[in-house]
């Protein structure tokens, strides 16, 4: 009923930035929370930030914060990841994701997700 979709990923080198951007299709109301996930290889999938459709109570894994910012542009139904300061750890498969879920960051709770847009990030 939801659909996402990712775009913005890029090879960058170390110290750069990049802006994530997920368009989302379907309803998504203040019930919803949606973040961006990311896995790289050989790694379980994590939490990187996440926020409810209001714009509250935003969460940021402790390796991101300072560094990357989620926020929302509802007339546009699009979610981003400001993503600065890159570092090689950075590197992933970034997804957008979205669930009517109290849970901050676990990638089990969130029902819809998009497809991925790839971070390379070199030294």
């Known amino acids: 009923q939801v659909t996402l979709a990712e775009s913005g ?3 960058v080198q170390a110290g750069g930035s990049l802006r994530l951007s997920c368009a989302a ?3 998504t ?3 919803f929370r949606m973040g961006w996930f990311r896995q790289a290889p050989g790694k379980e999938r994590e939490a990187v930030a996440t926020i409810w459709t209001s714009g509250s109570n ?3 894994a ?6 990357f910012t989620i926020s929302q542009d ?3 139904n699009t979610l981003y990841l400001q993503m600065n300061s890159l570092k090689p ?3 992933a498969m970034y997804y957008c994701a979205a669930g009517r879920t109290f849970s901050w960051s676990s990638p089990s709770a969130y029902t819809y997700w998009g497809q991925g847009t790839q971070v ?4």
């Open 58 to 60: 935003p969460y940021y």
């Open 9 to 11: 990923g890029d090879s």
């Open 29 to 31: 109301d203040r019930t």
């Open 89 to 91: 750890d950075d590197t």
């Open 62 to 67: 402790d390796s991101v914060k300072g560094r």
């Open 120 to 123: 390379t990030v070199s030294a």
């Open 74 to 76: 509802n007339a546009n």
């Open 25 to 27: 299709s379907g309803y």
